[in-house]
């Protein structure tokens, strides 16, 4: 956290106070953030301005998706944004689709084993159809060619 000091609060928002001295508000822990940057192996140094302009983009993207999610979920209802909301607006918001595998849908483990048990009937199934369709391939092959 070099050149970093936490300043006061201002408005429910830590204010970061950098190297120049400035106070820039922002709610996310910027030596987070430069950990997960640097972990990129394309980065080897990270400009302040872009950690901030990072961390200020990331805080607003999540604002978006709680108050996106509250507004067309249950939330208004029990005046509460629960994870649901959150995966019901990854699946249905295009938007928000890449978030789908982060946020997935809970269910019960009782229905992933049988969803699990009906994809292996499944594809019991489809090997059969293959192998029927593979014969079919093969005896009208010899069909052609006795018939040659």
């Known amino acids: 956290?070099?050149?970093?000091?936490?300043?006061?609060?201002?408005?429910?928002?830590?204010?970061?106070?950098?190297?120049g001295g400035e106070n820039r508000l922002v709610s996310l822990p910027l030596s987070r953030i430069r950990v997960i940057?640097?972990?990129s192996p394309?980065?080897?140094?990270?400009?302040q301005d872009a950690l901030f302009l990072t961390a200020k983009a990331?805080?607003?993207?999540?604002?978006?998706?709680?108050?996106?999610?509250?507004?067309h979920g249950r939330g208004k209802e029990k005046n509460a944004?629960?994870?649901?909301d959150l995966s019901h607006t990854a699946e249905e918001c295009e938007t928000f689709?890449?978030?789908?595998d982060i946020l997935p849908k809970k269910i019960l483990a009782s229905k992933y084993l049988k969803m699990l048990e009906k994809e292996?009937?499944?594809?019991?199934?489809g090997k059969c159809d293959e192998e029927d369709d593979d014969e079919e391939e093969d005896d009208e092959a010899v069909d052609e060619a006795v018939g040659s």
């Open 42 to 47: 394309e980065v080897s140094s990270i400009n």
């Open 97 to 100: 689709q890449f978030l789908a």
């Open 1 to 19: 956290m070099r050149g970093e000091r936490p300043g006061p609060l201002r408005g429910g928002k830590m204010a970061t106070r950098l190297s």
């Open 120 to 125: 292996k009937r499944d594809g019991e199934l």
């Open 37 to 39: 940057m640097k972990s």
């Open 81 to 84: 944004l629960t994870y649901s």
């Open 58 to 71: 990331t805080e607003l993207f999540v604002q978006y998706l709680a108050s996106y999610s509250y507004k």
